[in-house]
Structures are given as C-alpha cells and as structure tokens.
C-alpha cells in the first residue's frame, strides 16, 4: 500500500472518530436536564452514561477479535450503521426506556471507534511510520475530548437535546469514503486463513466478567466484584479447554505484550487521574466558576493536540523508550509541579495560572505515551492476533479509567472536607506522581529482560 493511501485512511479515520468521542462527552453534560425533562432521578439518567460504558467497553474487545477473520472495513460500515441506527432511535425518543435503548444501541455501534482508532494503523501503516499516524490519531482524541462538553453545553442552552444525536449521525458522510479506501484484505491476503469461528462461550464468559467488572466499580456493589471474579475465572478454565480460544493462548507469552499492558494500565489511571482531579481542585481550591476552569484547562488539551504529532514523529526517530521515557518525564515533571501550585500555593491562593501550564506539561506526556506504547504494542502482536491484541490492550485501558477514577473521585471527596484542602488535594498529585516512576520501572525491566535474553537493547 502506498504512502498517499496510507494518509488518506489516516486523515477519514481522524474525520470518522470525533463522531464517537463527541457522543460520550456532549452526553454526560446533558445529564441533569435530560433528567427534568423525562422526570426521572439523576441516578436513573446515570444508566444511560453508565450502560453505555458497559457495552462501549465490551464492544471494542468484540471488534478487535472479528478484525482478526473479517475485514476491518466490512466492521467499521456494521459499527457505524448500528451507532446511527441508535441516533435514529435517540432522535424518535420521547420516553426514558426508548432513550436508554437507544444510548445502548449507540454503545454497541460506537464500540468499534476505539478498537480500530489504533488497529488501523496498526494493521495498515508500516513500522517505521506508524508512530507518527498513531500520534495523528490521538491527538484528534485529544481535541474531541476537549471540545465535547462545550459543544454539548452549547447545544442543550441554544437548541435542543435531541440535536445531541442529529451531531452523531455526520459520522454517516465520513465512512463511506474510509471504506472504499481501505483495503480488501481478504483478496490481498491480509487476513489468517482457516482462523475458525471465534469461541462463543470464551466470548460470552469474558464479555459477562466485564460487564460485572465495570459496574462493580461504577457502583461499589462487592457482589459485582465476586460475580465478576467467578465469570473471569471461568473464561480462563474455558481459555484451556476450547480448540480455538478467544484469546490466543500465546498472546500473553509475548513478554513486550505483557509489560506495554501494564504500562497502559498505569498511564491510562494516570490520564484519568489528572482530568477528574484538576476541575474539583481549581473549584475547591481557587473557588473558580465552570467558565473559569474551562480556560485554565485549554491549554493544556488544545498543547497536547497540536504536539501530538510530533510525539509519534518521536517514537518512529527516536524509538519508543526515548518517547515514552520523554512521555514519563513530561507527565511527572506535571504532577509534581501541580503539587507546588495546588497543594502549596494554593493555601494562600496563588499560582492559579500556574496550573493551567503544569497541565500543558502533564497533558502532553499522557498524548506522547498514547502513541508511543501503541506502537510498541502493537508491534509485538504477531500475524492474525491485531486485532484481539488490540481489543485487549484497549479493554485494560478502559478497565483501569474506571477503577482509577473511581478511587481519585473518592479521595478528592475526602480531600473537600480536609482541614487544609489544598494540601490534600497537592497530596493527591504527588501520589499520581509516582505512577510514571513505575511506568518507566517497568520499561527499562522489560528492556534489561529482553537485553539479557538477545544480547542487544530493544527500541
């Protein structure tokens, strides 16, 4: 394939993506007037954000194990017909259970934008380049993140809150395009042959242990958590005893595999640690008014997606320990410097604008790791497991946001009724501060394994 289509996929896949992103986080600002308007308790609103988390989070494992027989092209077109498909219903609603049922359709077709935000560049541009597509990717995730809640605020005042699902239905004039550029992989050989149906019961145990998971986390319920358990458990017996597993059983005997997943576990609790943390501290802290903490949040988001490019750049260069050693000392130097602001000058109230540049400095070290621990996972993954591999990697990620930010949400709850809140608040920065410490301790053991065992360092 060459570069001029590699590009063109890169550039509808950055068109097509903002569509799912936008969905989630112009949804959750919508939550206290959806709830006046079908009169139900802002807890039963919370279904619509919590059930969409479930299947968006199972959905995007399901999508990266069907990439592995079915081509990817085939699955974005069902992916994105099922989300507009629940736009529709969205759009149609005027009771609470049709609202719910559309969110939920919505998460099963909006499930397949994760996944394949990384399993295309993944599967389609080479090594060598793929650092800098995957940070073009997760800088356009960056400032559609940004922008959702401004755009969803925008438009429930001005217009109305079924136009929130008219914005996902544009995704609609993107694809047809992305799916006549990518490539036919099965005519060019780019699928494994006689992979085998996938296993029906792996997939139904994993997808159920998951589902328990996150709402055992969503909602401190320990009998969730002990359900989730047993379903986990009983995916691993099945793993050994089905003929074709759901996840190959080598997958986790690649060493690089195995670590780049608890890195992304860290620096995807690190991420959500630093974005649920920073509006309560600038609100508790500096008493500042949701207009206010929007500016001081910008820059940091608007920074890390102008210089997400270059960080991919980097990693393609420089290999992907420099960028992600970079990635760590950004992100540390931010959390650090955030303990200075918040938790020591924000006793007397100074250094307000302080915080705006520590997270220009931590913002851009999560969106250089994104990209470079992306590369180098997906590197890892051998022929006919992308997609699983990456289906994976992004479950772990999203299943570490979810425990991650319930334990932040809980200390920042503790921390508004300390004596000296801005202490406790720096406190909590300091604590985040040692996840890039274990990030690149398990780099560099990685590497120090990999040295001893091929005699040269791994890039």
Known sequence: MNIRRETMIVRLLCCALPFSVLNVTMFNVAIPDLARVFDVSPASMGWTVTGFAVFYSIGSLMYGKLADQYEVRKLFAFGTAVFGLGSLVGLAADTFPMLLAARMVQA?????????????????????????????????LSVSGGVGPLVGGWIVEWLHWKALFLVSLGVWGVVPFLVKWLPREREEGGLKANAGRPDAAGAGLIGAGTACLMLAVTRADWRLLAGAAVL???????????????IPRGLFGRRRYR??????????????GVTLLSPLALSRVYGY??????LLMFPGAFCAAMLGRFGGNLADRKGTRFAITLAMGLLGAGLLALFSAVGLGGQAGLWPWTV??????????????????????SASLPFGSTGVGMGVFGLTNFLSVGVAGSVVTKLAEAAETAAVPALAFGLIYLGLAVVPLLILGVLYGEERIGNMRIGKPAR
Do not use: H, W
Not at 111 to 138: D, I, N, Q, Y
Not at 232 to 246: C, D, H, K, S, V
Not at 289 to 294: L, Q, V, Y
């Open 289 to 294: 008014e949701a207009g206010m903490i929007g």
């Open 356 to 377: 705006a540049a520590c997270l220009i400095a931590a913002n851009t070290g999560s969106n250089f790791m994104q990209s470079a621990l992306a590369k180098r996972v």
């Open 232 to 246: 986990l458990g009983l995916f691993l017996l099945r793993q050994r005893a089905a003929a074709n597993p759901f």
């Open 108 to 140: 099963v077709g909006a499930s397949c934008f994760p996944t394949m935000a990384t399993l295309v560049p993944a599967r389609f541009v080479p090594e060598e380049r793929r650092g800098k597509a995957l940070g073009t990717v997760a800088a356009t």
């Open 259 to 272: 670590f780049g997943l608890a890195m992304g576990a860290l620096a995807s609790s690190a991420n959500i």
